[in-house]
């Protein structure tokens, strides 16, 4: 089970790399249909790299869900505004400590949906959530202690989403809005015992951040 979470993190982090290097190795690769075309592939090969990986927990675990996919569903949803509403507190407090600064990894998530909206709403709606709460919450699953599990399993989504965005000690706090929402998807997830719970709460934050933006 050990060896299951450094397989799974190192395939993540190892993929996604070398694919983003070699999109951006092709000719013109900003152009709109290379990008969304590109990404959207390489999110695919990433995702079905870490569900071999882990196939047959969820395979378990989607028999489970399927039998009653909406069991927990109102905690779930309570427990994500909850976490939602401590995420934008956490980032109004980095505005205040850190003023005219962004997260670096929300700038490039603004910047896609900016120029790619599609391959945005595909990726960030739909496949990056399955990748992340595979990677982030199903392969920490061997860590048995709930606290332990949430902290750690959290710390690591936060860190990292946050790592572009690190420059000095004070920077470290960019954690924080990724850490809550780390916790918020770890609860749902053990609470629940199947991945697909926190996947679909991870694929309904996304799609909110998305209208929020559209709008403000």
């Not at 739909?126 to 919450?137: A, K, M, Y």
């Amino acid at each position: 089970m050990k060896n299951k979470l450094i397989k799974t993190i190192f395939t993540y982090l190892f993929l996604t790399l070398i694919l983003q290097m070699i999109l951006m190795g092709i000719k013109d690769y900003q152009t709109p249909l290379i990008y969304s075309t590109g990404t959207i592939i390489i999110n695919i090969i990433v995702l079905l790299a870490v569900y071999f990986l882990n196939r047959y927990e969820i395979k378990e675990m989607f028999d489970k869900f399927k039998e009653n996919p909406t069991k927990n569903l109102k905690k779930n949803l309570i427990t994500w505004i909850i976490g939602f509403i401590l995420m934008m507190i956490a980032n109004y407090l980095i505005m205040i400590i850190i003023p005219n600064q962004t997260i670096t990894n929300e700038v490039l998530v603004r910047e896609m949906y900016d120029k790619y909206l599609l391959a945005s709403i595909i990726s960030f709606i739909i496949i990056v959530p399955i990748i992340e709460e595979i990677v982030f919450r199903l392969s920490f699953n061997n860590i048995s202690n709930k606290y332990l599990y949430l902290i750690t399993s959290s710390l690591v989504f936060s860190l990292l989403h946050a790592i572009g965005s690190f420059n000095n000690l004070i920077s470290l706090i960019y954690i924080m809005p990724y850490f809550v929402l780390g916790i918020t998807f770890g609860i749902i997830y053990y609470r629940s015992e199947n991945i697909f719970n926190s996947i679909f709460i991870h694929s309904l934050h996304n799609l909110v951040v998305l209208i929020c933006y559209i709008i403000f």
